[in-house]
């Protein structure tokens, strides 16, 4: 099989020539052995592996396979070059392997090797293109050719049939609603001098030392400190927010006196940041305007932990008898890839309703890139944010379209983009792309299934007349977004759903995974219709998002490596799993995730040279080749540290929804060690609030 394989690689990459023919990129002309430079050098490396991977076909082959084995043995290139020798074994071992035990990948793998062998064939690229994703991307096969077919389709699967609405649905969201997001925190970029920002001298000295730290973690456009205030996505995103109740105060629907309740988890990009996160927001909410519809509560690293030390831990003694449970609990925190600050987004919510809030019911995640549009929302949808929060069908029970009973616990609304808003609401943020503009989407395209479910799934209008009426009928949702949704305490406490904390991109679509395999009344999003926020990320953060480009794409690639061995781990039947979860977020649960990966990465980086951008191509390749090293040594065996981390979480977010229950029984006795816990927890949550921060003798100076 490996043969057929290297015929396709070769009919993918082989030399044009004269003679014009099919081929979706041609590295020769970037193989180069003569480069000196840096970003030559890791070009020509990049350009040797896609010519290696297609064996002796290719006439450059020989001398790409010596090029590798002596830069193996540089000691500035050795990774890399090790890299990329090593890709080539993976990738070969995983086809021969794939194709011992699945016979319908060996017939497809055979299929396109001879596809690819007809020269008359290749005239026909769409065709091509279908007969490339069947091996490599299935996902997309028959998308673009059927999109209106395909979109019933998908809405007919998501079905629910209504059997009980909830008969308690939340009446006053500002009160019953816990409102989270997170704030990503990176170093300002290198080419802005550290005396130009408008920060104290204690901020710039620390600064100063953790820009020589190595980076621990990536995030798609994090803030850099020191950026302009109208610039600053935190700010923004509470900006908006407090919009939003102003309007929803002036609706009616929160009481003059009445105030919102936002929680803030702080992640940072590099661990000296991490006693610095909390300092920096202080000195910009102090120069900002105040919040009059938000008590806003910031949690470091530093406030997770005391919270273990101080509250659960201590309970998980006395009451569960278990000892030393400060290493399980350390799950519950903020820093670190993005799985973890988002389940503690969510667990926060439970803590929230035993210690401070009894009467929260629900928890709602925003990204402060998101704004709600009453004005829009309430001219297009007849309601506004909270209106929609309002509905008896988060909550509610009925059937899916197999007749598995469901609960509607979870909640998920839409974007749209704010360059779109203009023509409706219910225009799709990730409209239909036309056809390919990268030579690596013939190896893996999710836009387009993406594209699917966001028309299937997000823009579904429900209708009084319809199949789909938003009473006895609605949709369930799987493909979500990171903000734009929220689940009841209830349903938290008893399904307890959670994202692995090193689950690194699309946190939010793993989180409902941990619940899809399990047995009786599953845990799904409803899809309330209407419910939209307005998605600015393009208005204000541009310099954030280019800055993290090359980190996001790695990121992506990851995501297959992580995603598909997380679901063999979830489940015997993987198939199942993945086809209740396709197209999108299934598209990401590969048979063969290491080669899509190389291949993903050997073309991107090809294309990224080849379009000019050769600085982002060396840090795509220095960078991505480690961390996809890593994250390969992490999914690898049967005993993989994925699977060890996996179980541990397991029992930990167990743990800690138990040691709550325990806490909360307690309370309801009156006991003591508990009223103790209560006091305790209360003094962590004031010292978190924003508003405290204030009292700071240097915040009240800085003001000045």
């Known amino acids: 099989m490996v043969e057929q ?109 001879n596809w690819m062998l007809n020269k008359e064939n290749l005239n026909n690229i769409e065709e091509t293109a279908e007969k490339i994703w069947s091996v490599f991307f299935p996902e997309a096969n028959g998308i673009h050719a059927n999109k209106k077919e395909r979109i019933e389709a998908l809405r007919t699967k998501r079905t629910v049939t209504i059997t009980e609405l909830n008969t308690t649905p939340i009446t ?64 923004y995103g509470l900006r908006g927010l407090e919009a939003a109740f102003e309007s929803e105060r002036d609706r009616g629907n929160m009481s003059p006196d009445a105030k919102a309740t936002c929680v803030l988890s702080v992640s940072s990009t590099h661990r000296g940041l991490h006693n610095l996160v909390k300092k920096y927001l202080e000195e910009e909410f102090a120069r900002s305007r105040s919040l009059k519809n938000i008590d806003v509560y910031v949690f470091t690293e530093a406030n997770t932990q005391q919270i273990i030390d101080e509250v659960l831990a201590p309970a998980a003694a006395y009451y569960l008898q278990h000892e030393n449970a400060n290493e399980l609990l350390s799950v519950f925190g903020v820093d670190g890839e993005y799985g973890r600050h988002y389940t503690f987004l969510k667990a926060i919510t439970a803590f929230w309703s035993i210690f401070i809030q009894p009467e929260i019911k629900a928890t709602f995640k925003i990204d402060l890139d998101q704004v709600f549009p009453q004005k829009e929302l309430v001219k297009q949808t007849g309601a506004s944010a909270f209106e929609h929060f309002k509905t ?60 699917l479910s966001t028309e299937a799934e997000m823009m579904m209008r429900y209708t009084v007349n319809g199949r789909l009426d938003g009473k006895r009928k609605c949709l369930q949702r799987i493909h979500v977004t990171g903000g734009t949704n929220g689940i009841l305490v209830d349903s938290l406490r008893r399904h307890r759903p959670f994202t692995p904390s090193f689950i690194g991109r699309a946190e939010d679509q793993a989180y409902i995974l941990s619940v899809l395999s399990t047995p009786g009344t599953r845990l799904v999003y409803l899809h309330k219709d209407g419910l939209i926020m307005r998605h600015d990320k393009e208005a ?54 290491t080669t899509v990966v190389y291949l993903r990465f050997g073309l991107k980086a090809a294309s990224l040279f080849d379009t000019g951008k050769v600085e982002q191509g060396l840090e795509f390749i220095k960078t991505g080749a480690r961390r996809i090293i890593n994250a390969i040594d992490f999914v690898k065996g049967e005993n993989s540290m994925l699977k060890r981390y996996y179980e ?48 700071n003798p240097f915040i009240k100076t800085f003001k000045k």
């Open 5 to 113: 394989f290297e015929s396709i690689i070769y009919a993918l990459i082989k030399p044009n020539g004269k003679e014009k023919a099919f081929s979706i990129f041609d590295p020769t002309g970037q193989f180069d052995e003569g480069h000196t430079d840096n970003a030559g050098i890791a070009q020509a490396l990049n350009a040797a592996f896609l010519i290696a991977l297609a064996g002796n076909r290719h006439p450059e082959s020989g001398r790409a396979k010596r090029f590798l084995i002596r830069m193996a043995d540089s000691p500035e290139w050795a990774d890399i070059a090790g890299f990329y020798i090593n890709g080539i074994s993976l990738v070969y071992g995983e086809i021969e392997s794939v194709s011992r035990h699945d016979t319908n990948f060996a017939d497809r793998l055979k299929n396109l090797s």
């Open 172 to 235: 006053d969201p500002a009160r019953q609603i816990l409102f989270t997001s997170n704030v990503l925190l990176t170093i300002p970029p290198a080419l802005k001098s550290l005396d130009e920002l408008p920060l104290s001298n204690h901020l710039k000295e620390k600064l100063l030392e953790i820009t020589h730290e190595p980076q621990l973690y990536w995030y798609d456009h994090p803030i850099q400190i020191g950026v302009e205030q109208e610039k600053n996505e935190v700010l």
């Open 648 to 695: 541990k979480e397991c029992l930990s977010w167990n743990l800690y929804y138990d040691t709550l229950s325990a806490i909360e029984d307690a309370l309801i006795n009156g006991d003591g060690f508990a009223l103790e816990l209560r006091k305790k927890a209360e003094n962590i949550i004031n010292q978190c609030s924003i508003h405290t921060s204030f009292n």
């Open 392 to 451: 008896p069908l988060w909550g509610a029970h009925g059937m899916d379209s197999n007749k598995q009973p469901i609960e509607l616990g979870m909640i998920a609304g839409a974007l749209v983009n704010e360059r779109d808003i203009s023509k409706s609401l219910f225009t799709s943020d990730v409209p239909f792309p036309d056809y390919l503009s990268s030579p690596d989407e013939y190896i893996f395209f999710s836009m387009l299934p993406q594209a």
């Open 540 to 593: 204000f953060a541009q310099e954030a998002i280019q800055s993290a480009y090359a980190a996001r794409l790695v990121g992506d690639y990851i995501r297959i490596l992580y995603f598909s061995a997380y679901a063999r781990e979830l489940t015997g039947d993987v198939a199942k799993l993945k086809d209740t979860i396709d197209p999108f977020t299934g598209c990401f649960i590969s048979s063969i995730p």
